[in-house]
């Protein structure tokens, strides 16, 4: 079994920043594409940013120039620094990763999710 725990989120004003982290543990053979994604209340679940094993990165049009992805692959980890925060911003936000397993088995998981928000 694998388990993704995030941590990181909180209440920060509108131009703040956080930096939210996200470890898989857990029966890993290797942890191939790691994402973010949030769900803000009354909204379905939206892309945010991915980053493949290989370190290539992808962000919704929204964040980009603001968020951050990158990963530490020993650490089996993926980071999300969030700066220039807006209201907007305000979600749960969910960590995925497609893990594939000692047993030889490819699953993607989602984390638990933690609370961004931003308000003055």
């Known amino acids: 079994q694998v388990q993704l725990v995030e941590s990181g989120g909180g209440l920060v004003q509108p131009g703040g920043s956080l930096r939210l982290s996200c470890a898989a543990s857990?029966?890993?053979?290797?942890?191939?594409?790691m994402a973010w994604y949030r769900q803000a209340p009354g909204n379905q679940r939206e892309f945010v940013a991915a980053?493949?094993?290989?370190?290539?990165?992808n962000y919704v049009d929204s964040v980009r120039g603001r968020f951050t992805i990158s990963r530490d692959n020993a650490k089996n980890t993926v980071y999300l620094q969030m700066n220039s925060l807006k209201p907007e911003d305000t979600a749960v936000y969910y960590c995925?990763?497609?893990?594939?397993?000692?047993?030889?088995?490819?699953?993607?998981?989602w984390g638990q999710g933690t609370q961004v928000t931003v308000s003055s």
């Open positions: 980053i493949s094993s290989g370190g290539s990165t």
């Open positions: 857990g029966s890993i053979f290797r942890v191939n594409d």
């Open positions: 995925n990763a497609v893990v594939v397993s000692t047993a030889r088995s490819t699953v993607n998981y």
